[in-house]
């Protein structure tokens, strides 16, 4: 028997020729070690299911790494879809959106409702699925007899979609003759789906996963009544656009459609800001309302929202003025430090808050208040004869990553604030069982614009993208229900547009960067789509805020 060398984490092995990373994994696995979901050479991604070359450095992949939690999340799904076939036959199941990292997930012209026996039945064949550990085949086959599968079964949507790939070949997965596409990597048998659950939730059902920070618990799903209304909204204006996935918005290219979609699309963007700005000057016309809070992740449009719902703030009759979170942060010797001695600026103890809420105070009091500014170059808050007095018609617009947190305006009463949530939610799906990640619209968005204004590379945003995700999910997502209302920004179409501007920057990440597999995969996902000019886009929209362009000042 032929046999190579290869190495895991630096330690050599000498293994059989046909060896694969699987094999590997159990081969060199520490009684300790977790889970492999995915190896990594070099820089490249490679399923457990491929066999090992000769001489690779190999490390795996755990479900703690974002790529590993992915792969778990694929496999799971398509094992759900597999168990549901079995019990209900050709009754569409469609993965329409995440909560909280759970899919939720709807059955499309079933005419009937979700119910718990229904989900005990899915439940109990999907443990026998994972019980009897089947393989998850992968199938090279060409785009004519990929789609011919694909009808077969009943996914008309995923067969439009092949319509557009340009490459010849498809690899399609195989789960006891259940054929299925997913854009990415997969796992290669069925036992390694042990840990799931199941909830009904809104119109269908929620697919729960562990949670990757300890997979022995689940991730939670409750209280999130206000970003699930959102997602609800945004199905119903997808259905009212007539997109529901990729292969509609390729549909509109192709006819001539596309800016048709663009101005609805951004007709009930601004029909929402409206319905805000109404809200607010409602609720400031009954009682004390001073202050408007909008806080969001990173790339979300938190500025040209704010621009807009201003514009629609003065139609109404007010007169909207800009607070810069920026402008309270404390004398740079003082800011807090993070775990790793590092000055922690996205810390809510980076602002002073104690002069923060005298000034808003004393503005909400009618008094004439010298406000600050801060001078990055010299670390130190400063004051320069800047001074705001509030009329009865004006009212504060505070733009920040804390507005929903409590502790910013912990000494302001309730009835003097209105907080707003804004984040890009996608609504867009790639088929009925592949979402699309809000992080990955952000990203896309990020890498753009960071580009365009900042003068900053792909691989560099795509670098610190997992430190600005941590520090949302500290300063940010906790907060999120805490808003009075919540808006999406992303948009419909936007993918098509962004393609045009991302792909030459991803392309400049070489392999031998760390940064190339998060490009590699986006470029892949990316490849569904049409691109589209960004001439369609008003001057006005969100999207401009990263392509250029906008005439509002972001």
């Given amino acids: ?10 330690m050599p092995y000498v293994v059989p020729e046909q060896e694969t990373y699987e094999g590997l994994f159990w081969r060199s696995k520490k009684e300790d070690s977790a889970m492999a979901m995915l190896a990594i050479v070099g820089h490249d991604i490679q399923e457990l299911g491929s066999v090992v070359p000769e001489g690779s450095h190999v490390r795996f992949l755990t479900y703690a790494h974002p790529d590993g939690h992915r792969v778990y999340s694929r496999s799971l799904s398509m094992l759900m879809l597999k168990a549901a076939r079995d019990l209900w036959g050709s009754v569409p199941v469609v993965i329409e959106h995440s909560i909280n990292s759970n899919y939720y997930c709807e059955l499309h012209k079933a005419g009937l409702p979700v119910t718990e026996e229904m989900l005990s039945a899915l439940k109990k064949r999907m443990k026998e699925l994972v019980e009897a550990d089947l393989p998850i085949q992968k199938e090279t086959m060409d785009i004519d007899r990929a789609m011919e599968i ?6 008309e949507t995923k067969a439009r979609l092949f319509r557009y790939r340009k490459a010849s070949n498809i690899n399609m997965y195989c789960l006891e003759g259940f054929y299925d596409y997913f854009y990415g990597y997969m796992l290669p048998r069925t036992g390694y789906l042990k840990a799931f659950d199941l909830a009904l939730y809104e119109r269908g059902f929620l697919l729960i996963f562990p949670d990757k920070n300890n997979p022995g618990a689940f991730l939670d799903y409750h209280n999130r009544n206000k970003i699930s209304q959102v997602f609800m909204e945004q199905l119903d204006w997808s259905r009212l656009m007539g997109v529901d996935n990729v292969a509609d918005l390729n549909d509109t290219v192709v006819n001539g459609t596309f800016g048709d979609l663009v101005l609805v699309n951004e007709a009930l963007h601004e029909k929402k800001i409206a319905q805000i700005a109404d809200t607010i000057c409602n609720k400031s016309k009954q009682g004390k309302l001073k202050m408007v809070l909008i806080a969001g992740p990173s790339s979300s449009g938190k500025t040209s929202f704010a621009q807009r719902l201003s514009i629609q703030l003065r139609v109404n009759g007010m007169i909207p003025h800009t607070i810069g979170l920026d402008d309270y942060f404390v004398n740079r010797s003082n800011t807090p430090l993070d775990s790793e001695g590092k000055p922690d600026f996205e810390s809510i103890d980076a602002l002073d808050l104690e002069t923060f809420n005298r000034d808003l105070n004393d503005l909400i009091a009618g008094k004439r208040v010298e406000m600050p500014s801060y001078n ?60 699309i990640s809000t992080s990955d619209s952000r990203l896309i968005r990020r890498i753009v614009r960071d580009y365009q204004f900042r003068g900053n590379s792909a691989a560099k945003t795509i670098a610190t993208w997992p430190s600005v995700k941590r520090g949302e999910e500290r300063n940010i997502f906790p907060y999120q229900e805490n808003a009075d209302v919540m808006f999406n920004s992303a948009t419909i179409y936007e993918l098509s547009v962004l393609k045009n501007y991302i792909e030459p920057l991803l392309y400049q990440i070489q392999p031998d960067q760390e940064e190339y597999a998060t490009a590699k995969r986006i470029i892949k996902f990316l490849d569904y789509f049409l691109a589209v000019n960004c001439d369609v886009v008003p001057k006005n929209s969100i999207l401009k805020e990263f392509v250029g362009g906008s005439v509002l000042k972001v």
């Fill in 150 to 155: 694909a009808r077969s079964q009943g996914m």
């Fill in 376 to 435: 990055f170059v010299l670390g130190q808050r400063e004051y320069k004869g800047r001074y705001l007095q509030l009329k009865e018609e004006d009212i504060l617009v505070i733009e920040g990553i804390h507005g929903l947190n409590e502790r910013l305006t912990s000494h302001i009463p309730a009835e003097n604030k209105y907080r707003i949530f804004i984040s890009a939610m996608t609504q867009l799906n790639v088929d009925d069982h592949n979402r």
């Fill in 1 to 10: 028997m032929r046999e190579k060398q290869v190495w895991v984490d630096d």
